[in-house]
């Protein structure tokens, strides 16, 4: 069965060695916004090897890139933009691949306590929204748009990552916020979208690419290989991603 770890537990795995018998494991480093798509990509990826099991840790791209760089036990690193997987450069066995693109929106609670109508709202200053750290991917979007539209008002916190932005929004701590196309549809009811202008000149493109610390470098590449598949890329395009 498909695990999700938490990075914190990566690192002390390597202290513990691979001394089972066991069924084979992979560990696949995603970004947040991936949560969804690439859950559904490893149990299908178990589906087709049934003696292998998929770990996926999910965090910001810029943390899962010092981890893969530091050496943490895993197998396939997905990040969130390309200047991040460059950073992870040392650590890559193969050179990375784009997989996916996606685009930024503004979601409000379901109930939209504050009444936005419009991403211009925000400009009032009357709301209180929330935006990832501009050290993440999702955070650099975010700034780029709100320089490019010219909004004055800051943002009342600086989130992790774009789940944790969502997640702000869902338990209405804030009135809105800027995420990923992909989280909004992955959040479904819960929120209203509404667009930004300009996001569409604003795409996050996504690379992957197996680890040279790799212990199981042919499952490593056959996870890569299942992502770019016609079948992984109707997982993400049911996800919400747009093509390469």
Do not use: W
Not at 5 to 33: E, Q, R, W
Not at 148 to 153: P, R, Y
Not at 161 to 171: E, G, H, N, R, W
Not at 204 to 220: H, K, N
Request: charged content about 20%; glycine content about 6%; proline content about 5%.
């Amino acid at each position: 069965m498909t695990r999700l770890l938490t990075l914190a537990l990566l690192l002390p795995l390597a202290a513990c060695g691979a001394g089972d018998d066991a069924a084979s494991k992979i560990t696949v480093l995603a970004a947040a916004s991936l949560t969804e798509s690439f859950t559904t990509l490893a149990e299908e990826f178990e589906r087709e090897h049934e003696d292998v099991e998929v770990e996926l840790a999910f965090d910001s791209s810029a943390t899962l890139a010092e981890q893969a760089v530091g050496g943490a036990p895993a197998d396939v690193l997905a990040t969130a933009d390309t200047a991040t997987m460059d950073s992870a450069a040392d650590a890559l066995a193969a050179d990375p691949e784009i997989f996916a693109t996606n685009t930024m929106v503004l979601v409000t609670p379901a109930d939209n306590p504050a009444g936005i109508t419009s991403y211009d709202d925000l400009a009032t200053g009357d709301v209180t929204y929330v935006v990832c750290v501009d050290t993440a991917p999702c955070g650099k979007v975010a700034a780029t748009l709100i320089a490019a539209t010219g909004l004055a008002a800051e943002p009342a916190s600086l989130e992790v990552d774009v789940k944790s932005v969502l997640a702000k929004v869902i338990s209405g701590e804030a009135d809105a916020g800027l995420v990923y196309a992909t989280d909004a549809v992955a959040a479904g009811a819960a929120v209203q979208t509404f667009e930004i202008p300009g996001a569409a000149e604003v795409v996050t493109t996504y690379p992957i690419a197996p680890l040279d610390q790799s212990e199981e470098a042919d499952l490593a590449q056959e996870f890569v290989d299942l992502v770019l598949a016609e079948s992984g890329q109707q997982i993400l395009r049911d996800a919400g991603f747009g093509t390469p």
